[in-house]
């Protein structure tokens, strides 16, 4: 359908552009949400500011850095520890916070004195950090604070100190996602190479996007470390300002949240070399397919199966515990970007749950493209959602759950409604296969909690409402406080007591269930099998009549199927070839012992033929003539009776492969990101290195692998032909060519769909 106005919009009916609700047989073609545009005057936005996305998201997670902040103490307390990045350094980034505090005086007379002075305080009370980030906030940009040289005298100065300047106050950009950009591209332009890191494997990777909230960073460490593949850095949870400086030396960038870091992935491919592959960490089988994915890269897919084997041996059960008791529940995500398109599909094909909305504050359109590929019909789309259209949304949809962050937590409990913390999560970490275990359980507890249930019970009854004590906010008197307090006590102990009866029952009947079964299902087993084995000799012979009486029916099939067989005739062309050269030997000798004998019958015959050929001579022509034209009025006679029939079959065949690449297309929009990359020359070229390398693969051809780009369309070629094969069984009785002419049909499709035809304005940007 088209854009969406909401009730509660009508007085800023600009809103309907950024809201969009899915229909069936609808694309991105058709709707798109405007994105990463100006906040509209009047809704109230849940965005946070430019050098938020710089500071909080992405350079205050480093865990040897003192982050200074040029500017008033209020920007610097609003991005200190309210964000779980820790660290394996006792949280050093999380204890501390560093500002030159701004004052009027200073705003009037410059601060660029008082910034050095903070600079060199800083270093002095932690000797042993020799790294420093300075960051300006929008008055000291207004002011015309230049910090840079301030940085030069500094280091000058010290001497042994290195210091990365990001200048991005709140104003730059409609939200946080410019901070995001210009923490990226200055660090690529002013740090990357500038350290070379010691390297200890063959396999060396970067991790980008990742923050190591709540020990997301651990995880994947742990799965590297088993793999025996090398972490040159990761930007930037639990990583070191030096690491950073050494992400050039990295084979491949394995980018998590592309959002926030996908530029400088683009910028290491473009000046490097080094590949970025896409993965979703979040999600049980996304885990499986990013882990393979990078063992595909190194050749040591082995590894990657092992570690995988090892996790789900560990998780799966317990994964479809709570899938028993999460399917069928309606969520809404309410977060930033990214972890819309990351979650939507993890949630529905894990756990059999519906997102049923999804707000972005910082996303832009290529965010969106994302989801909308991956999300179910009927879902609402918002971009920068505000308050009251939440409460509409809510009344549309009445979720079970919402993940979001805590301020717009807040406003949701309130309507007794449980939320997760999608943010900095409840009780993390919540990446790969122990964390998809994790996620589940903190959205299990929020849903049958009966807390919220509590909360909308009114025990006050018939009562007169309760008494204020003066203040005039309304607080209950102490008398009707205890007996409400009583009275919510006593409904927990009972609920509580009627749980640990259900678990105690149902553990009781489920041990006895499973020692019944036992014995019955061993003895059928045991049954079956010599049964198995004599039915295949008994139907033998009734099958060999059936054979013959078939045979009939499969010649005039046979004759629709030439046309398909001719591309095979080329193929064969050289084979023939090839053996005609082996025989050629052989067969000389025995012409050339011949050749004589032929010569000396021919001088005896030829006195006898010659009078009789003269008198035959006229006859022969005429009848010659008339030979001559019968198989060319034969010939055309049969072409012009299978032309209809070759055109029919020709228009059939390539009907069938178009419905076949359609099948396909929609499998990747669904669940391939390498078609979503920020700019139409990347797009174009994803899905041609991708496309063809799987067309090798699933047709036999030999995989040449010469650079570390090819590599990387051979990791995400190798994953897709694996789905494919699994998904599709007529994928397995095509033809070479045919399967060749499906993946190029998708190719054409996809490159409509995403860049054509695309409704995302940043595409053709000519710079990232």
């Not at 950073?244 to 959002?259: I, K, S, W």
């Not at 006895?512 to 008994?538: H, I, S, T, Y």
């Not at 095509?734 to 054509?756: G, H, P, R």
Request: overall charge negative; proline content about 5%; hydrophobic content about 35%.
């Amino acid at each position: 359908m088209p854009m969406k106005l909401f009730k509660c919009d009508e007085s800023i009916p600009e809103r309907e552009k950024h809201i969009y609700i899915k229909e069936k047989g609808e694309d991105t073609t058709q709707f798109l949400p405007s994105a990463h545009v100006e906040t509209i005057p009047g809704s109230l936005s849940e965005r946070g500011c430019s050098y938020c996305g710089a500071k909080l998201v992405i350079g205050g997670v480093l865990k040897d850095t003192i982050q200074l902040i040029h500017g008033p103490v209020g920007c610097a307390y609003d991005t200190w520890h309210t964000k779980r990045y820790p660290s394996d350094n006792g949280n050093f980034q999380l204890k501390y916070v560093w500002s030159s505090d701004m004052k009027e005086q200073h705003v009037v007379f410059g601060g660029e004195k008082l910034l050095k002075k903070a600079m060199l305080e800083a270093f002095a009370e932690f000797p042993d950090i020799k790294r420093m980030m300075v960051y300006t906030t929008c008055s000291t940009a207004l002011i015309g604070d230049d910090i840079k040289p301030v940085v030069k005298e500094v280091e000058k100065e010290l001497g042994d100190v290195d210091i990365f300047t990001v200048e991005c106050p709140g104003f730059a950009g409609v939200s946080q996602s410019k901070g995001h950009h210009v923490f990226n591209m200055g660090w690529m332009t002013d740090k990357v190479g500038t350290f070379e890191p010691e390297i200890t494997s063959p396999y060396t990777i970067n991790v980008i996007g990742d923050y190591n909230i709540q020990g997301d960073t651990f995880v994947m460490e742990k799965y590297m470390e088993k793999m025996g593949i090398q972490i040159i850095a990761h930007f930037t949870g639990n990583g070191t300002y030096d690491s950073l400086r050494g992400m050039h030396r990295a084979q491949l960038n394995v980018t998590n949240c592309a959002r926030s870091a996908g530029y400088i992935a683009n910028e290491l491919k473009k000046k490097y070399g080094i590949p970025r592959i896409d993965v979703d960490t979040w999600g049980f089988d996304y885990a499986k397919e990013g882990l393979r994915k990078i063992g595909a890269f190194f050749g040591i897919e082995d590894r990657a199966e092992a570690v995988i084997a090892e996790e789900v041996a560990k998780y799966e059960s317990k994964l479809e515990w709570y899938k028993e008791r999460l399917s069928g529940k309606k969520v809404c995500i309410w977060t930033g970007g990214p972890r819309l398109w990351h979650w939507t599909k993890a949630l529905e094909d894990d756990l059999g749950m519906h997102v049923v909305a999804m707000s972005s504050k910082f996303g832009h359109q290529e965010d969106f493209e994302k989801v909308i590929a991956r999300g179910e019909e009927g879902t609402i789309y918002i971009d920068d959602g505000n308050e009251l259209e939440f409460f509409e949304v809510l009344e549309m949809v009445k979720p079970d759950l919402v993940l979001t962050g805590p301020r717009v937590g807040a406003l949701v409990k309130k309507l007794h409604l449980p939320y997760v913390n999608g943010h900095g999560y409840h009780n993390g970490p919540y990446m790969g296969f122990e964390g998809a275990v994790n996620m589940a359980r903190d959205m299990y507890n929020a849903i049958y909690s009966p807390l919220m249930k509590l909360a909308q019970y009114d025990i006050r009854g018939e009562q007169n409402l309760p008494s204020t004590n003066g203040n005039g906010n309304g607080k209950a008197t102490k008398e009707v406080s205890e007996e409400v307090v009583s009275l919510i006590q006593q409904q927990v102990k009972e609920a509580t007591s009627e749980v640990k009866q259900l678990v105690k029952e149902t553990t009781s009947q489920v041990k006895q269930l499973v020692k019944e079964a036992a014995p019955q299902v061993q003895q059928p087993a045991k049954e079956v099998a010599p049964q198995a084995k004599q039915p295949a000799k008994e139907v033998a012979p009734q099958v060999q009549p059936q054979a013959k009486e078939v045979a009939p029916q499969v010649q005039p099939q046979a004759k629709e199927v030439a046309p398909q067989v001719q591309p095979q005739a080329k193929e064969t062309a050289p084979q023939a070839k090839q053996l005609a050269k082996e025989v050629a030997p052989q067969v000389q000798p025995q012409a050339k012992e011949t050749a004589p004998q032929a010569k000396q019958l021919a001088k005896e015959v030829a006195p006898q033929v010659q009078p009789q050929a003269k008198e035959a001579a006229p006859q022969v022509q005429v009848q010659a003539k008339e030979v001559a034209v019968a198989p060319q009025v034969q010939v055309q006679a049969k072409e012009v009776a299978v032309a209809p029939q070759v055109q029919v079959q020709a228009k059939e065949i390539a009907s069938y492969i178009q419905e076949r690449a359609g099948e396909v297309t929609k499998l990747i929009q669904e669940r391939c990101l390498w078609q979503f990359h920020s700019r139409a020359w990347d797009r174009e070229e994803n899905i041609n290195g991708v496309l063809d390398m799987a067309a090798q693969i699933l047709t036999g051809e030999k995989v040449v692998l010469e650079t570390l780009i090819q590599r990387g369309f051979y990791a995400d070629a190798k994953i897709l032909s694996a789905d494919l094969e699994i998904r599709f069984s007529w994928l397995n009785s095509m033809e070479n060519s045919q399967k060749k002419a499906v993946l190029e049909s998708v190719k054409a499709m996809l490159i409509d769909i995403v860049i054509t035809k695309s409704k995302n304005g940043e595409l053709h940007y000519s710079l990232y």
